[in-house]
């Protein structure tokens, strides 16, 4: 069996003629955090959705707990999960009932407790009868969570996952993912803006521009090479193609 949770190997997506992800290939071992940064449109959520199996890969592979998305993603759907600000959850729908709608389709067992706990761990409770539309950005954006760890997923992935919080609020949520990664012995994959997010919780950090892949080592190595004190100056290098001098 294998011991890496996510392998991507050669993974290529082209929009009509645009190269989105362009030969990327990574293994994450099981129970890892593992950022992707990089600017925007350098490929993180096209990446993420392979890894989910949203978006079939032009070409390359994904496996997740050794099974292959394009092929069997069936087989293993239910051991991960995701959370995004790009999919709505269904609006008039009271929160409540969005998040029982997610539990039954994942086939859990006492679904009114599953939530209580997770509307206690991420605060949820006073709005959970309120219809999912008439949430402020940061309340969604904990719902959006709950979602996504309504399976007690395996594997779970993260684009942008605190982008729309107050840093008081967001600062919460890393504490609730650590504890997450430390009750599941989680694997999980963040796509994130947020340097000090990422610095906090990633053992190890890719390094994305315009669709590759140009770095992948742990937060202090990266620092090292690269001589600088925070990642938001090794982004900065990276971003404005001091990569090569930086690196050397
Ligand atoms: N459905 C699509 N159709 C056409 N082009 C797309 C589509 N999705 C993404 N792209 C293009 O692919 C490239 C990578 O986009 P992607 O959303 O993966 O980047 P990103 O790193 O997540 O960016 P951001 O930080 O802005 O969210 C961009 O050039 C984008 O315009």
Same mark, same amino acid.
């Not at 989680?186 to 990633?202: F, G, K, Q, W, Y």
């Given at each position: 069996?294998?011991?890496?949770?996510?392998?991507?190997?050669?993974?290529?997506?082209? *929009?009509?003629?645009?190269?989105? &992800?362009?030969?990327?290939?990574?293994? /994450?071992?099981? !129970?890892?955090?593992?950022?992707?940064?990089?600017?925007? !449109?350098?490929?993180?959520?096209?990446?993420?959705?392979?890894?989910?199996?949203?978006?079939?890969?032009?070409?390359?592979?994904?496996?997740?707990? !050794?099974?292959?998305?394009?092929?069997?993603?069936?087989?293993?759907?239910?051991?991960?999960?995701?959370?995004?600000? +790009? &999919?709505?959850?269904?609006? #008039?729908?009271?929160?409540?009932?969005?998040?029982? &709608?997610?539990?039954?389709? +994942?086939?859990?067992?006492?679904?009114?407790?599953?939530?209580?706990?997770?509307?206690?761990?991420?605060?949820?409770?006073? *709005? %959970?009868?309120?219809?999912?539309?008439?949430?402020?950005? !940061?309340?969604?954006?904990?719902?959006? %969570?709950?979602?996504?760890? =309504?399976?007690? @997923?395996?594997?779970?992935?993260?684009?942008? @996952?605190?982008?729309?919080?107050?840093?008081?609020?967001?600062?919460?949520? #890393?504490?609730?993912?650590?504890? +997450?990664?430390? $009750?599941?012995?989680?694997? =999980?994959? /963040?796509?994130?803006?947020?340097?000090?997010?990422? $610095?906090? %919780?990633?053992? #190890?950090? /890719?390094?994305?521009?315009?669709?590759? =892949?140009?770095?992948?080592?742990?937060?202090?190595?990266?620092?090292?090479? +690269?001589?600088?004190?925070?990642?938001? $100056?090794?982004? %900065?290098? &990276?971003? #404005?193609?001091?990569?090569?001098?930086?690196?050397?």
């Amino acid at each position: 069996m294998s011991q890496f949770a996510i392998e991507a190997r050669h993974l290529r997506k082209v *929009f009509r003629d645009t190269p989105a &992800v362009d030969d990327v290939s990574f293994a /994450i071992p099981k !129970g890892s955090v593992v950022g992707i940064l990089g600017g925007n !449109g350098a490929g993180k959520t096209t990446t993420i959705a392979m890894v989910m199996g949203l978006t079939l890969p032009t070409s390359g592979e994904v496996h997740v707990l !050794g099974t292959d998305m394009a092929r069997h993603r069936h087989d293993v759907l239910h051991r991960m999960n995701f959370e995004s600000p +790009y &999919v709505d959850l269904p609006g #008039r729908l009271p929160v409540r009932q969005n998040l029982s &709608v997610f539990a039954k389709l +994942y086939g859990m067992r006492d679904v009114a407790v599953r939530i209580a706990r997770l509307a206690s761990d991420l605060d949820l409770t006073s *709005f %959970l009868d309120r219809p999912t539309n008439r949430l402020s950005a !940061g309340q969604k954006t904990r719902v959006a %969570l709950a979602k996504s760890l =309504i399976n007690d @997923p395996e594997v779970l992935l993260l684009d942008e @996952p605190t982008a729309s919080l107050d840093p008081d609020t967001a600062d919460w949520i #890393r504490g609730r993912l650590e504890d +997450y990664r430390r $009750e599941r012995d989680a694997t =999980i994959l /963040i796509a994130s803006h947020n340097m000090a997010e990422v $610095e906090r %919780l990633c053992d #190890r950090v /890719i390094m994305m521009k315009s669709g590759r =892949i140009v770095d992948d080592a742990s937060p202090s190595d990266m620092l090292a090479r +690269y001589g600088r004190s925070n990642l938001e $100056e090794v982004f %900065l290098d &990276v971003a #404005r193609g001091r990569v090569q001098e930086a690196a050397q």
